[in-house]
């Protein structure tokens, strides 16, 4: 939990940095579940929210 966490909240400053800001609230949203140590399945559910974030930041950067 403590390595998602981390990786978590580096994805939420650089999302929020580059304007992405719905990868950035998923990403802080699996940081904090990471760290108040949520079950595994909540986390994993949250990593495939993050994961489908970054999927629609790709297909945009696809189109500039």
């Not at 994961?51 to 500039?64: G, Y």
């Amino acid at each position: 939990p403590a390595r998602v966490r981390g990786c978590a909240h580096n994805l939420k400053g650089c999302s929020r940095n580059a304007g992405a800001k719905t990868l950035g609230n998923a990403a802080q949203a699996l940081e904090h579940a990471a760290g108040s140590n949520e079950p595994w399945p909540r986390v994993a559910a949250l990593a495939k929210d993050v994961a489908a974030a970054l999927a629609d930041v790709e297909a945009f950067v696809q189109t500039v």
